[in-house]
């Protein structure tokens, strides 16, 4: 999901330098260039297989599987199967901090329509019974290329840190379910806590090859509502011997509109989106119910409880604005995906930062102006008990010719969960590798 982004991103470019001029692994030339053959003689090959090899939320086998080698392959402590196919890998290096580093591994049941040469062609049965086609409409394929592409630099450079780095193959980030269901199977019990949880974004909105960092809010939380909402059923030329629920849902989704705009505090961001509306099989037959399905989004924990409650008080209320009995009342229920806000934590962002600027160079800041309200389950993984520090950052994955043409008129770019969803492989791949690379060893250097 792309990354309800806020102003004031640091944005910096990571270049591999034409003529190196040596140093000692994990300098930013060495780091750079080694990183840059990685990609040409293996990431490369793995990016184009995770592309063309989607696997939905809950059912990536194959994908975990393939996770699982590459990492092995690299001399990896590697456990499958943890909250269903999730992937958990080790890199014990002595005493110090750990660092958890995710990547999640799931597609999207979208059609894709790039004309890529490696573009997915690939049908997959859900968890609901349909097939459906599945592509990687999300940059997931980034992340899981990453993911080696850090484990293989992490590796190579031992003598240069020291602790623990826990490396996170998720399922289910589309469903907002997998991080949840990871550390109910006992991720922090069986493999500890960790220290900080990092993790990354490839961004179609942005240049290829740069980074966005920033403190405090990165994701909006996210809830899906189902609204059961109950009639009795008659005869379409009869209206007045039953309750039509498809009237009474109409009314509900209109009221719901006022939420937003006459409860919460004009400069309080917050959506109520109904996508999804069922009922009826036949023109002149009233059913006996019909089902509402809602995304709920927020920028705050306050606001979140708020709209929640304030949609079974109106839902209920238009129940019995209809006359229908305490026991026909609308039923409202959380549908299981749902995410809290995920917060960047400011001293960890700043540390990061800093790694960023003096590894791989100080550029110009910019603004971004994205103004969704994405909203992702990593923050699962840092809102525990623990409060484990978390630093979420974006990666550019479209080239700026491309940027500049669509500024100026041509061609947009797609957007994430889109058919026509494409990034920029390799400078996206290598600058994640990179900028992740450099996170960790700057949270495990040695003293």
Known sequence: MLAALLPFFAVLPIAVPAD??????GTPDELAVAISRDWNEHLEELFVHFHRNPELSFLESNTAARLAQELRAQGVEVTEGVGGTGVVGMIRNGEGP????????DGLPVEEDTGLSYASEARQTDITGQEVPVMHACGHDVHMTSLVGTAAQLVATKEDWAGTVMLIGQPAEERIGGALA?????????FGVPDYALAFHVSAGDPAG?????PGLVYSSADSVDILV???GAHGASPHRGKDPIYIASQIVIALQGLVSRELAPLQPGVVTVGAFHSGFKHNIISSEARLQLTVRSNDELVRAQLLAGIERIAEGVGRLNGLPEKLLPEVTLAGESAPTTINDAELVERVRKAFVRELGEEALFNSDYEGMGAEDF?????TEHQVPGCYFNVGGTLQADLDAAQ?????????????????PEPSVTAGTHAMTVAVL????KD
Request: aromatic share 8%; proline share 7%; hydrophobic share 40%.
């Open 230 to 232: 109950h009639g009795v």
């Open 20 to 25: 190196p001029t040596g140093g000692s692994p």
């Open 379 to 383: 923050a699962y993984f840092v809102q």
């Open 408 to 424: 100026a008129g041509g061609e947009p770019v797609a957007s994430h969960h889109s058919p026509f969803f494409r990034i920029a």
């Open 442 to 445: 700057e949270l495990l250097r």
């Open 210 to 214: 740069r980074i966005e960092v920033s």
């Open 98 to 105: 750990l660092v958890l580093v995710r990547a999640d591994m």
């Open 182 to 190: 990871m550390l109910e199977d006992g991720l922090y019990e069986d």
